[in-house]
């Protein structure tokens, strides 16, 4: 059989794509776009987007005001709570200092000088440029229509998808980096590529959890944060953290190990080798489910990793390592060893998550109730559009930067190649949408030096960021308050799907994401389809036989063609073609749907649902060989466990050994290298950061509902150590590095391990367009070494040495 394509279908390419539109009034009056209710209050359901959890809130909006958010009980994942910092979301959208209208900068770059614009001055400017930068027609003409010379940065968020596909699909690059890789890389591919996928800690029913590194009292405060509290310390849940600081999570624990910076890969070793040693592992689970488990038997006993070994190398005793190893193997299946969220600690870090995960299965706690679930996902229909292909695009810049880049590449790697001269082709220019690259980088030095070298930086973001200040052209997003974003289905036990409405019309001259790119779209693509046309033959060939505007469309690089129905219409479209309309209509109305939400969903008390009810749970993904009925009590808990699964791996199994690695020169199991520990020379401390529960990042640094909670960051020194120094709580201390230096005042504590230093995340900000936030407090990422973990390129934070001085 013969396949004919034609030029035309060549030039074409097919994805799916998330877009939003204007606002329209098709469902209720209180979500439309020109019936704002007035001398009214009306309730709207919406999505808390201060963090990644995404809780559901009702907003209630009087006469046009956003007044109040509340938690929407409906959505499992969120229960009925709204942390401090889904409470001052209001402070997001009422900010004075907010961006809003467009900008172009008229100075040096840097210096903070901007022009106020129109937004088709905008878009001209980015499509131009002026006389102080370059614009994209320019750019990607003199690099021959290789568009991988516009590169793209994004941040986490519902809008995240609707940027990373227009500039990926529609504009052609191929260089994108997300947060992943200053954040959770190491734990998403580490548990990915051991156990299939990086699952759910199953917290609600877990009874022993060793929690490193991962402070989620502090960190992120959700209703599973607090339930797991509930449990702690004799009330059914034994929770050791391990952490070089007693956070507020290890305040709820039964015990804390202050371990030595960098050193968890080897506390994980040697737990293992206690379980190896006395066969304490579910062996019918190990049998059936996991690849290479006797290799890696052999490894780890005859690496003697022992827990005297460890006890040298992490300074927690070998026999607490005993106790715990034996203890958890007697919880199990219902142990965890929690996977992490910002592991982007330690050169270490990839085979740490590995080791973790191998660990956790050894007690068959995978797949099953009470240890790391993978849960179910309700599907969404499809909303397809055509995208063009462009022939001189190039692979991405930073492959040789880590042994796996990967789709969401290496942040210090590719910043570090380009001021380094390192890339194999120019990057010229970066769109950044909702990330703030200036602050969340390790060493801000060298962030500011690439965007002083780009040719054009587009900013699209809500506040004046220090990224802002380094941009070309700055594009305002209105808020998540003020925009339909796209419908999401959330895997997990109880799956739900879930809907972000608009709550008010957006203020000033702000515009959804959407609206943004699509009014770019229509300033630029023709321009660059000309230019496209000098630099592709076939293309060329196409216009001469099927004529410019022909070709300009069939071959789809109209690419506002891509935006022709708004986000409702789409939202509408994926629910209905799945659950019909009267789903669509309770997800418009409550904000959250799944099949039987009517029946299941229960009130028990005041503050307590029932969202599922237990046999309807999916602790077990439907799919595997057996599907298991969680009430049935007659069966064992050991038994469920040891029942044979199909995991998402190579192998369908838990992989303890993993080929592809050693084709790379990469250690195929979990192992202990001396040479990729920093030690801390004497009179010296390691530096750690970490994250605050009233702060998100340093996208909250100018919110002055939560600064009135945590006004600044303080530097934790441990109080001996300050005492020796003269350092007193309060005292200004200079904290140098070999990449920077700030000046932060003491916190002298008893909650810190020696030669280890810490503050948090968030602070210290550079923008004088941010009045709370500017120069408040020290920001980290100014003294953080640009360390690479070298398998997945993430960043290694707590490597970093500095020294002290109190200066004040
Ligand atoms: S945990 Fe807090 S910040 Fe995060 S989504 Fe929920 S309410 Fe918002």
């Known amino acids: 059989m013969q396949v004919e394509i034609s030029r035309r279908k060549f030039l074409q390419g097919s994805v799916a794509l998330s877009i939003v539109g204007r606002s329209s009034a098709t469902v209720t009056s209180m979500f439309a776009e020109d019936k704002e209710p007035s001398h009214s209050t009306v309730k709207i359901a919406t999505l808390c987007e201060m963090c990644v959890n995404k809780c559901a809130a009702w907003a209630s909006v009087e006469n046009g005001v956003l007044k109040k958010l509340d938690p929407n009980p ?42 106020r614009a129109t937004w088709d001055e905008a878009y001209s400017a980015i499509l131009n440029g002026t006389e102080n930068f370059k614009g994209l027609k320019q750019i990607i003409d003199e690099e021959k229509d290789n568009r991988s010379t516009i590169s793209y940065c994004a941040g986490e968020g519902m809008g995240e998808h609707t940027f990373t596909q227009f500039m990926g699909d529609l504009l052609g690059s191929t260089n994108f980096v997300n947060h992943s890789s200053i954040c959770l890389k190491t734990t998403i591919k580490g548990y990915g590529l051991t156990l299939g996928a990086y699952g759910k800690a199953d917290m609600e029913n877990a009874k022993y959890v060793i929690m490193a590194g991962a402070n989620r009292a502090e960190a992120i405060l959700t209703p599973d944060t607090m339930d797991m509290f509930k449990r702690t310390r004799g009330r059914g849940l034994k929770l050791i953290v391990v952490d070089p600081r007693y956070t507020n999570t290890a305040v709820h624990a039964d015990k804390w190990l202050g371990i030595k910076v960098g050193t968890d890969l080897a506390f994980v070793l040697a737990l293992t080798y206690v379980v190896l040693k006395e066969v304490l592992y579910n062996k019918a689970f190990v049998h059936k489910n996991m690849n290479g488990f006797e290799r890696y038997k052999k490894h780890i006993l005859e690496n003697q990793y022992t827990p005297e070994w460890a006890e040298k190398i992490t300074g927690i005793d070998a026999d607490t390592i005993k106790t715990i190893a034996r203890d958890f193997m007697a919880h199990a299946p219902r142990a965890i060893y929690y996977q992490g969220r910002r592991t982007a600690w330690s050169k270490q870090d990839f085979q740490l998550r590995r080791a973790q995960a191998i660990f956790s299965a050894l007690g068959g706690g995978i797949d099953v109730k009470g240890g790391i679930v993978f849960g179910k996902k309700l599907p969404l229909g499809k909303h397809t559009v055509e995208v063009p292909i462009y022939a001189n695009i190039q692979r991405r810049a930073d492959k040789k930067e880590a042994t ?171 629910i209905e073609e799945e659950y019909g309309e009267k789903a669509y209509k309770t997800l418009k109305e409550k904000g959250v749907f799944y099949p039987e939400m009517d029946s299941y969903f229960k009130k028990i008390s005041e503050n307590e649902y029932i969202y599922y009810p ?76 970490g994250r605050h529960a009233q702060q998100t990042q340093n996208s909250t640094a100018n919110n002055i509902m939560l600064l009135d909670v945590m006004k600044e960051n303080y530097l934790w020194i441990n109080k001996k150590q300050a005492e020796e120094r003269g350092i007193k709580y309060g005292d200004i201390v200079e904290v140098k590095s070999s990449v920077g230096k700030v000046y932060i005042k003491a916190y002298p504590t008893i909650k810190i391990v020696p030669d280890v230093v810490f503050y948090v995340h968030g602070f210290g900000s550079e923008s004088s367009g941010l009045t709370f936030g500017y120069r408040n407090g020290a920001s980290d990422n100014m003294i953080i070494e640009d360390t690479i973990e070298p398998v997945f390129g993430s960043a290694a934070m707590h490597e970093t040495i500095v020294d002290i001085k109190k200066v004040g």
């Open 614 to 689: 237990e046999d309807k749970k999916y602790y077990t993904t439907p799919g595997g060989e057996d599907k298991l009925n969680a009430e049935d009590t007659c069966i064992d808990e050991r038994e469920i466990a040891s029942l044979k699964k199909n995991l998402g791996t190579h192998s369908g199994k838990v992989e303890c050994y993993l080929p592809v690695m050693e084709k790379n020169g990469i250690d195929p199991m979990p192992t202990w290298k001396d040479e990729q520990y920093t030690p801390t020379p004497k009179n010296k401390f390691k530096f750690i950061t």
């Open 404 to 574: 796996f880049v990967g789709t969401s590449g290496t942040w210090i790697g590719f910043r570090n190649m380009i001021i380094e001269g390192r890339s194999p082709y120019p990057v010229r220019s970066m769109f950044c949408y909702k990330q703030n690259p200036m602050q969340s980088v390790p060493n801000i030095a060298k962030t500011r030096k690439m965007f002083e070298q780009m040719d054009l930086v587009v900013t699209i973001d809500t506040m004046p960021s220090d990224t802002v200040m380094m941009s070309d052209v700055v594009l305002p997003e209105c808020t998540y308050l003020e925009r339909e974003d796209p419908v999401k289905s959330f895997a997990g036990v109880q799956p739900a799907i879930v809907l972000r409405n608009k709550v008010i019309n957006p203020l000033y001259e702000t515009k959804p994401v959407i609206a943004i790119l699509k009014g770019l779209s229509e300033k630029i693509s023709k321009p660059l389809f000309e230019v496209s046309m000098k630099h592709d033959a076939s293309l060329k060939e196409a216009v001469e036989d099927d004529g410019f505007d022909e070709t300009y469309e069939d071959g789809n690089f109209n690419l506002a063609l891509a935006y022709e129905h708004t986000q409702e219409e789409i939202n509408k479209e994926l």
């Open 74 to 115: 409906l959505f499992p994942k969120s229960k009925n709570m709204l942390c401090a910092r889904g409470d001052a979301g209001i402070h997001a959208l009422y900010d004075p200092d907010r961006l809003k209208y467009p900008l172009i900068r008229v100075g040096k770059k840097g210096e903070g000088k901007f022009r």
